[in-house]
């Protein structure tokens, strides 16, 4: 079947660009998330999956989410930072599934986000960015 819109894969290397920005927006958000408004969520449910050193987990996991966002923004070992964040992100989504009192986010959420980190993870960066492609 043909393209209905030819002219605008011009612009196919924007779309990456676009999903990066938006997902390390996303990341660096939930990552001060976990220093301020959810950071008794997590610690609840850090204890419960009796993760030791709850606290310590809680800031590792908010200054990866951070750095990584920015990375992602940046453009910036965009494919090891999507890699990263996939992980997490599977991780959470399972901790939602396990105790889905304690986090205020949906399982729809989570399949979006790790759907464009694997977009990105197999894309790369796109424009824009300090990756260069070989």
Do not use: H
């Amino acid at each position: 079947m043909l393209n209905p819109f030819p002219e605008l894969l011009v612009y196919s290397l924007l779309a990456p660009f676009i999903l990066r920005v938006v997902v390390g927006i996303i990341f660096i958000d939930l990552g001060f998330l976990l220093f301020k408004g959810e950071k008794e969520r997590w610690l609840n449910s850090f204890r419960a999956l009796r993760i030791a050193n709850p606290i310590l987990a809680i800031k590792i996991l908010g200054v990866i989410e951070i750095i990584a966002g920015i990375m992602l923004i940046l453009g910036f070992y965009t494919q090891i930072s999507a890699l990263i964040l996939a992980i997490i992100t599977f991780a959470e989504t399972y901790i939602e599934y396990k105790e889905s009192a304690i986090l205020k986010r949906n399982l729809i959420f989570y399949i979006i986000l790790f759907a464009i980190l694997l977009s990105l993870l197999l894309s790369g960066a796109g424009a824009f960015a300090i990756d260069l492609p070989l």
